[in-house]
């Protein structure tokens, strides 16, 4: 199957972002680079874990014996850590970039875009000695160029793919701006007709720019923010608007009804 050069993803709030996946020469120039991190600080190991067996031979006893040979399975396990280690908590913690990713402007993401989380980091480079063995026969390469995501096994086990680190354009930024002003209208045009003219509200400029921009935003707070915020608000409303109609809507819908009635009175 011939690899594809893009992904699309649809966000939440239904804008169009696309990707462009990391090709074939700048994942190896990062491996390399981070191979080379990691060969710099397994020698930096090395020579502490040489010093300290080092100074502990020299003690010539049968205790310092057994600690050196502590020492030495203590050491096998760091090296293997380091290696494997690197890759994980490089990726977890920062969005998907080793440094040598970072170096060369890519990052490992999920296959929808969305960033590659714990359980894709570990699983992806779990199955990264698997893949090396591979590469050993040359085999991985040609996983990675008959996939359509120029996939390895890791990254089709954990669901990832590897590509270029994107920065949000203007374009991108106006296109969200225009959904979200759509998105408001049709939410207040929903609300005008759930309630008609049950509700009597008189919000002035200020409080109608501050409901405005909770409803702008609402899909980005964290669910407590959301309801906090929310609830706080439909309080405000109705005190200005005691009775029924007011009290039988949520928090959200009745702020939906206030911008919805502020709309028709300036229309």
Known sequence: ?????????????NVR?????????????????????????????????????????????????????????????????????????????????TPGKQLLGIRVSMADGAPADIVACATRNVVRIVDLI???????????????????????????????????????????????????????????SRTGAELNIRINDTETALLRKFMERRESLPPDVRRKLAADLARRIRAKAPGASADSLGSEALIEAALANQSRRKA
Do not use: C, H
């Not at 959904?179 to 939410?187: F, G, L």
């Open 17 to 97: 972002l696309t990707y462009t996946l990391a090709g074939m020469g700048s994942r190896v120039a990062a491996f390399l680079a981070d191979t080379l991190i990691i060969v710099l600080m397994s020698i930096a190991v090395t020579v502490l874990f040489m010093t300290v067996g080092f100074s502990l031979s020299a003690l010539g006893n049968e205790m310092t014996e057994g600690a050196v040979s502590l020492l030495g399975a203590i050491y096998i396990f760091v090296i293997t850590f380091l290696y494997w280690g690197y890759y994980f908590f490089f990726e977890w913690i920062n969005w998907g970039q």
């Open 134 to 192: 591979l590469a050993s026969l040359g085999i991985t390469f040609f996983i990675m160029i008959f996939t359509p995501r120029y996939q390895r096994l890791g990254d089709l086990a954990a669901g990832t793919v590897v590509v270029r680190r994107r920065r949000l354009t203007f374009e991108d930024i106006y296109e969200a701006a225009r959904r979200s002003e759509e998105k408001a209208a049709e939410i207040m045009a929903r609300a005008s």
């Open 1 to 13: 199957m011939a690899p594809i050069d893009d992904i699309a993803v649809l966000t939440s709030e």
